[in-house]
């Protein structure tokens, strides 16, 4: 059952928040428009929030790819002026996520990628 549980946060990741926040990214999209997209994502991100009570990680104490995924889409949101201050459950699994060794490494590696 876990399996499927994991391939409904990655199938949820996927169709609603990365395709919801993907034309976000199009500088022609009008300001208005922008506002729509961005409710809508709220929508996504209190489902998301709740889910997270009282959890570490999307399956429990478990991290997983599906965590790996949203934690960088969730990286975006600074980017296209969405504040997860809203929601201080994910702004607290962003922070849990970002605190892993391993998640470390990979931004100290990316940086170093980027500045070469």
């Given at each position: 059952?876990?399996?499927?549980?994991l391939?409904?946060?990655?199938?949820?990741?996927?169709?609603?928040?990365?395709?919801?926040?993907?034309?976000?990214?199009?500088?022609?999209?009008?300001?208005?428009?922008?506002?729509?997209?961005?409710?809508?994502?709220?929508?996504?991100?209190?489902h998301?929030?709740?889910?997270?009570?009282?959890?570490?990680?999307?399956?429990?104490?478990?991290?997983?790819?599906?965590d790996?995924?949203?934690?960088?889409?969730?990286?975006?949101?600074?980017?296209?002026?969405?504040?997860?201050?809203?929601?201080?459950?994910?702004?607290?699994?962003?922070?849990?996520?970002?605190?892993?060794?391993?998640?470390?490494?990979?931004?100290?590696?990316?940086?170093?990628?980027?500045?070469?």
């Amino acid at each position: 059952m876990e399996r499927y549980r994991l391939q409904e946060w990655l199938n949820f990741i996927a169709a609603e928040i990365h395709k919801g926040l993907s034309p976000l990214f199009n500088p022609k999209m009008p300001k208005d428009w922008q506002e729509v997209v961005k409710a809508n994502l709220g929508n996504r991100f209190d489902h998301l929030s709740k889910s997270l009570q009282g959890k570490d990680y999307l399956m429990g104490s478990t991290f997983t790819v599906a965590d790996a995924y949203l934690y960088t889409l969730l990286g975006w949101t600074g980017h296209l002026g969405i504040d997860l201050g809203k929601w201080p459950a994910l702004q607290a699994y962003v922070d849990r996520v970002g605190a892993r060794p391993a998640v470390k490494a990979a931004l100290e590696a990316e940086a170093k990628a980027k500045a070469a």
